[in-house]
């Protein structure tokens, strides 16, 4: 019988890894897992809190100290869509807009938010059957991952796809905006202290400059069914 895997993919902002993932979750069965919507999700809770703002960044300690009434789950709605819920409530639009998206690296970079998402990750995939998306997973998260896939693209496709999702799920920004907020994210994400954004040593790099969605499920599906028999 087939072995259950952990499929870690990793990559720049907006790389299309998001698509990839779901897909091959969709595919194989497998839960997906957005770790981005959960360092979104604390981003949110923070600037509702007061502690996380434009004006005065983000202030680590209080934040920390808010991280155990922060609950994050998943939910399918009824077109098989994954939303983030937290705490009951549903934050699937609102964490993905522009004032998160400017604030979300900073309060990524800090210690006691990296280890409190990173153990409820690791909880998530425990019994292996999981594809997980985001910066670290191949690195930090699950070092053991049987399949890692690296996402890149130039910075202009990613803000170009980016600005496309934004305002089709009715966020508004201007294409200068979006690709400002992913080159900011890009410097502080890869040069960051802890886990910083970097391809596994053990990690396929997928150039997804515009490849059709079906020919790069062909290549996924075929490195995925060889990773399962082992
Ligand atoms: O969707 P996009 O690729 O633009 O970003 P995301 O996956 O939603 O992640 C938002 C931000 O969370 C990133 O820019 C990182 O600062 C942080 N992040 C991280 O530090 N580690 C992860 N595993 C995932 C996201």
Redo the contacts with the bound molecule.
């Keep these: 019988m087939d072995k259950k895997i952990i499929v870690a993919i990793d990559g ?4 299309g ?2 698509t990839m993932a779901k897909a091959l979750a969709r595919h194989t069965g497998y839960i997906y897992v ?4 959960m ?2 999700a604390v981003t949110l809770y923070g600037m509702r809190k007061g502690v996380v703002s434009k004006e005065n960044g983000v202030d680590a300690e209080a934040l920390c100290a808010l991280l155990p009434e922060i609950d994050i789950t998943f939910v399918k709605d009824a077109a098989g869509n994954q939303r983030t819920i937290m705490n009951g409530e549903d934050v699937e639009h609102e964490i993905r807009d522009l004032e998160v ?1 400017e604030l ?2 900073p309060v ?1 970079e800090i210690h006691g938010v ?1 280890q409190y998402l990173v153990e409820m990750q690791q909880g998530y995939g425990k019994e292996r059957g999981i594809v997980m ?5 191949g690195t930090t ?1 699950f070092p053991d991952a049987e399949m890692k896939v690296f996402v890149e693209a130039s910075a202009e496709i990613r803000a170009h796809r ?1 600005l496309k999702e934004m305002l089709e799920e009715g966020n508004h920004a201007t294409y200068e905006e979006v690709l400002h907020n ?1 080159m900011e ?1 890009d410097r ?2 890869s040069t960051r202290k802890e ?1 910083p954004l970097r391809k596994a040593e053990d990690a396929i790099t997928f150039y997804n400059n515009e490849v059709p969605i079906e020919e790069q499920m062909m290549v996924l599906i075929k490195i995925f069914n060889e990773r399962v028999k082992g």
Excluded: L, N
Aim: aromatic share 6%; hydrophobic share 30%.
């Design positions: 720049f902002s907006s790389s890894k998001s957005d770790s981005g919507a360092y979104r998206s979300v690296s990524a990296r998306d985001g910066r670290d997973i998260v980016r992913i994210r502080i994400d886990s």
